[in-house]
T-cell receptor, first 111, second 110 residues
């Protein structure tokens, strides 16, 4: 089993749709969790941290389910500019500030 | 006011050559990383330095040698380049676990 797994997609959604991605992690001792977005031929950029209580930033909501070992990202009212690859990132708590990136979920938002 | 910068942006070279990639951050972070993103877009950590000390050294060939002259700089030297080294190499810096990436260096080995 991979340490961090994501559905690669692609997810093809119309503008205005709500879309959700899940990401599972294998190490139950994992701590910090993040979502990044990566545009084509660009660097990954931090989208949001994921807290135990869940957190929301505008149209984006991230949640953590420790019991089932997954995190989720919900995007409401999708915009064309949301088209990107969304990367799930986990700190496996093995020391040294190590983080593990998922392979990413590709999202296409169409007019 | 680039936060994390890398040079060069593109690097095309022949097999067997030695090349270096430089990274600088002006964010005042203590931790810096090197990642490799291959053609399948999988981003894999290679090295991490904290205050100039190597703290993460993943399974990477010895041909790859990182060097951190100071907290704001982390360079990557690659000896005897191979075709399989072709990828995008990203530098990142971090105050904790959230990371800020440079624009990447696209390395092509012919």
């Amino acid at each position: 089993r991979k340490e961090v797994e994501q559905d690669p997609g692609p997810f093809n959604v119309p503008e205005g749709a709500t879309v959700a991605f899940n990401c599972t992690y294998s190490n139950s001792a994992s701590q910090s969790f993040f979502w990044y977005r990566q545009d084509c031929r660009k660097e990954p950029k931090l989208l949001m941290s994921v807290y135990s209580s869940g957190n929301e930033d505008g149209r984006f909501t991230a949640q953590l389910n420790r019991a089932s070992q997954y995190i989720s990202l919900l995007i409401r009212d999708s915009k064309l500019s949301d088209s990107a690859t969304y990367l799930c990132v986990v700190n496996p708590n093995t020391g040294g500030f190590k983080t593990i990136f998922g392979a990413g979920t590709r999202l296409f938002v169409k007019a | 006011d680039t936060a994390v910068s890398q040079t060069p942006k593109y690097l095309v070279t022949q097999m067997g050559n030695d090349k270096s990639i430089k990274c600088e951050q002006n964010l005042g972070h203590d931790t810096m990383y090197w990642y490799k993103q291959d053609s399948k877009k999988f981003l894999k950590i290679m090295f991490s330095y904290n205050n100039k000390e190597l703290i993460i050294n993943e399974t990477v060939p010895n041909r790859f040698s990182p060097k951190s002259p100071d907290k704001a700089h982390l360079n990557l030297h690659i000896n005897s380049l191979e075709l399989g080294d072709s990828a995008v190499y990203f530098c990142a810096s971090s105050p904790g676990y959230e990371q800020y990436f440079g624009p990447g260096t696209r390395l092509t080995v012919t």
